[in-house]
């Protein structure tokens, strides 16, 4: 932890500089506490104050100047760089100034935060004046540049800033006019150039500590910096919306939420550590047991905050001691119907209030993909990802599933919790409860009140007991700016059909946007458009789950996503690759899909043909190129582009892959039929990727091993299941266990896909029968035999399903059910005695592994 220096007191305006040489303090510990008050005759500053390489002088109480400074300091830390921050001026005692003035004899390198009042502050002058004359010093102008840091400007009052704290500023504190000149004179004309802001916190940041980096000597720290930098700019799924209209009053409310009032209440919640502090906080640990919680053993501290916050220990069922609020704590939630708008209001926050934080971190919210996407984090934020296959403790035995599996979740909530902020965004969350194990998923998340802020998007009226912010509909003047976008030359008749179509819509966002790319790209005339959305006969569907009701209760959307759907088909006839692509998405993990997979799932789908009587000012305005003029790739990317243009799919920031909204997937699974949910096996095998294409794998598991779906099942030939077992479902588990220490989800595809080779076993054994007793009939009637079923393939099954057993086994002894994994291994040994012999290496090595146990 970084030593720093700063207090509420302010030392009166005509005190004069401190002493060099302070009297002789206590002798302090390294943690910044004071020994039992033996006298020294000299000064004796703490090992950690000795070795401090950057000394980061502030001044002032302002929210966003603390905010930086905490996070400059943190950021420091973290790349090995120690640091001492100070507020000279809040120093109460001679020990608290002798420890920043060692500090500062020590530092290789001074950074020094210079703001509109520094210069009358004689603490900041004093240490700007020391590193200037040791030419250490790296001034950084915080809400200030460069160029208004003139002395003649500052003492004349000429600019804005300075009509105000302008003047002569050495007066206050005593000082002379030579030596204060002297140091703004040094400052401006710095070589380095460092102006923050509040839309550039993230960067300057950045900049710094890369060049300190150099500075110093640390080749490392540049490139750690490089590699934050380029993550930073790609981890949000979606490219800024450039369309995006309204939400400035939610937008407002959300920073308002997060933040607190910025110029005052912002303030406490934001700490530097001092020796004083530190020792405070060491005493309130020690004492006052009712806010820490001891977990059980081998379990890590549970906080358990004060009563006007959130409890969070183990029986957490739901009990809440506060009114449902926690705006102040850096947590929001925005709830809304499907469809109006919470991921794209989620999105441009982002965006608007990015440069506040390290990084977005930008996480899906599915049940069944919820815990695996917030595990993904870990090396995302840096964390060796081979330090999950630990699995023991300190202590003796090995560790439990559970314990594992908060150990995990530990390693993301330690990288959120060092200081430095980050902003958790959990989009389109389903439920409190985790699918795998039904855990609260509030243990999975950061301290709430933390740096890290929390950001959630949700169909739920209430998500942990939080008042959310209720997303309404648009206005009638933003449907209206939404749908025109730039053209202006609309005659009345044209509005009051945008209106008649608005008002049909419900000003739905995506039906809107998707009128505006009608009238975009196609050129369509909105007269034109109302007379084609109107004559589309409605199909009356089967809507029985409460997901679809924004279909059910909005009948003109489901015919506009018609209209769309046929003017895909007829551009892109005879392969209506476009509309099968958006059928297919529906059997995805809902996440972003690689173009090149939608397009195998695809095309080896029924050609279906439709009659279709369209305006030829369709085909004109998207070309349609015949399958034999172009190859496959130039295929997939016309069909991604025409979904694109029409809004039926958004672009990702990861290139060549699209993404689809929640009710394009709810339509199309109307028109899917369930038998085409194999087409996705067919995609997997041919480009499926275990770093890349997780998600989607274990969505084929869920399809394949017939758990957690309630629709749609595969069915696959024995052969193409033991190599999508072999090739996918084992080293997809083995990845789960070992790297994101995520036991029960890994441990039950194992099991399923264990019984389906099992299933497939009893039908060999049953062929084989049923053959025998054939042949036997054939032989006394003199026919001649078949031949028997495939043994290499029996063989082969029976094989693999003993791996998944000795790996089953392997996963129990490490988390200490040892009858489970004993009785696994005597199954899987018997097997392999029967299929191989005693004497075979397999069986050989497997009983050698049991006798070890």
């Known amino acids: 932890m970084a030593s720093s220096c700063s207090s509420c007191t302010f030392q009166s305006a005509s005190q004069t500089l401190p002493s060099p040489s302070p009297p002789p303090p206590p002798v302090i510990h390294a943690e910044g506490g004071s020994s039992n008050q033996t006298p020294s005759s000299t000064f004796s500053p703490s090992p950690r104050v000795k070795s401090c390489d950057v000394y980061i002088g502030f001044a002032g109480r302002r929210p966003l100047l603390r905010r930086f400074v905490k996070w400059l300091q943190a950021e420091l830390e973290t790349q090995g760089v120690r640091c001492f921050a100070s507020d000279r001026r809040g120093c109460r005692d001679a020990l608290a100034h002798g420890v920043a003035r060692a500090a500062m004899e020590a530092a290789a390198v001074g950074l020094i935060i210079v703001t509109e009042k520094s210069l009358s502050n004689p603490y900041s002058v004093e240490e700007m004046r020391w590193f200037l004359e040791c030419k250490r010093l790296i001034p950084i102008f915080f809400e ?117 009032d910025i110029e005052s209440n912002l303030e406490r919640c934001i700490e530097i550590e001092t020796p004083e502090t530190c020792k405070k906080h060491t005493n309130l640990t020690s004492k006052s047991s009712n806010r820490i919680v001891k977990g059980s053993k081998g379990k890590n501290p549970l906080w358990k905050e004060s009563d006007e916050e959130l409890e969070m220990h183990d029986n957490w069922p739901g009990r809440y001691r506060s009114r449902p609020s926690s705006f102040s704590k850096g947590v ?56 999950g296959m630990e699995t023991c403790s300190q202590r003796n035995g090995p560790r439990s599933f ?38 609260n998923i509030i243990k999975f998340l950061p301290r709430f009140g933390s740096d890290t802020h929390i950001l959630i998007s949700s169909c739920l009226p209430q998500v942990f007991n939080l008042k959310p912010l209720n997303l309404s509909y648009l206005s009638s003047a933003e449907a209206m700016m939404l749908m025109k976008g730039k053209n202006t030359k609309l005659t009345i008749e044209d509005v009051n059909a945008l209106r008649i179509i608005e008002e049909n819509l419900g000003r739905n966002p995506l039906g809107l946007s998707i009128v505006r790319a009608l009238l975009s790209e196609l050129s369509m005339d909105p007269r034109a458009l109302l007379v084609s ?37 007829d551009v892109n ?36 043909h439709r009659h279709m009587n369209f305006w030829n000012i369709c085909r004109r305005a998207i070309p349609c190129t015949a399958v034999g003029e172009s190859d496959v790739s130039m295929l997939e990317d016309e069909a991604a582009t025409d979904l694109l243009r029409l809004s039926i799919a958004r672009s990702t920031t990861k290139k060549g892959y699209i993404c689809f909204h929640k009710i394009v997937k709810l339509y199309a699974r109307k028109g899917s039929n369930d038998t085409n949910a194999v087409m996705i096996i067919k995609a997997i095998e041919d480009e499926g990727n275990l770093l890349q294409h997780a998600n989607h794998i274990w969505a084929a598991c869920f399809l394949l091993f017939r758990f957690g779906v309630d629709r749609g099942a595969v069915d696959l030939p024995p ?118 012999g005693h004497e075979h290496p397999q069986t050989c090595a497997l009983l050698d592994s049991c006798n070890n146990m």
């Not at 000429?158 to 002379?176: C, D, S």
């Open 144 to 260: 200030l540049i460069q160029q208004d840091c003139f002395a003649r400007d500052i003492i004349e009052r000429r600019g804005e800033v300075w009509e105000k704290h302008g003047g002569q500023l050495w007066t206050p504190y005593g000082g002379i006019e030579e030596e204060w000149r002297a140091v703004v004179n040094g400052i401006s004309r710095s070589p380095v150039k460092l102006e923050v802001n509040s839309s550039n916190f993230r960067d300057i940041i950045f900049d710094i500590v890369s060049l300190l980096g150099v500075v110093l000597g640390r080749r490392s720290i540049v490139e750690k910096v490089q590699r934050w930098r380029e993550m930073a700019g790609k981890n949000l799924p979606f490219p800024r919306n450039p369309n995006f209209v309204g939400r400035k009053a939610e937008l407002t409310k959300l920073k308002m939420i997060l933040f607190g």
């Open 332 to 387: 929001a939630c925005v709830h809304g119907p499907t469809g109006i708008g919470k991921t794209e209001l989620l999105l441009e926050f982002a965006y608007q209030i990015s440069q506040s934080y390290k990084m977005v971190l930008w996480v899906g919210g599915e049940s069944k993909y919820l815990r695996q996407n917030y595990l993904n984090l870990l090396p995302l934020l840096g964390v060796d990802v081979v330090m």
């Open 402 to 439: 559970e314990e594992m599996e908060e150990d995990a979740i530990a390693k993301v909530q330690k990288e959120l919790m060092r200081g430095i902020p980050f902003l958790l965004v959990i989009d389109n969350l389903e439920s409190e409860k985790d699918w795998w194990d039904g855990r």
């Open 533 to 569: 959305i109107t004559q589309m006969p409605y199909r009356e569907r089967v809507w029985n789950k409460k997901e679809d009701l924004v279909l059910k209760h909005n009948p003109v959307l489901v015919q506009l996503l018609d209209l769309c759907f046929n003017i895909l088909d």
């Open 573 to 608: 006839k005879p392969s209506r690759l476009a509309t099968r692509m958006v059928e297919m998405s529906n059997w995805f993990a809902p996440s972003m899909i690689p173009i090149s997979m939608l397009r195998i799932a695809a095309s080896t789908l029924p050609v279906k």
């Open 719 to 836: 052969r193409r299941l033991l190599c999508f077992i072999r090739s996918f479902a084992l080293p997809l588990a083995l990845f789960t266990f070992k790297v994101l220490s995520h036991c029960n989800a890994s441990l039950e595809l194992l099991r399923a896909a264990t019984e389906a080779l099992e299933a497939i076993e009893d039908s060999f054994v049953t062929a084989v029968s049923n053959v025998q007793k054939r042949n036997m009939c054939f032989h006394i009637l003199g026919f001649q035999t078949s031949t028997d079923p495939d043994s290499i393939l029996y063989r082969n099954i029976v094989d693999m399903r003993t791996i998944l057993l000795e790996t089953r086994a392997k996963f129990m002894l490490q988390g200490g059910c040892y009858e489970i994994g004993e009785e696994l291994y005597r199954t899987t040994l018997s097997i392999r005695e029967v299929i191989h």
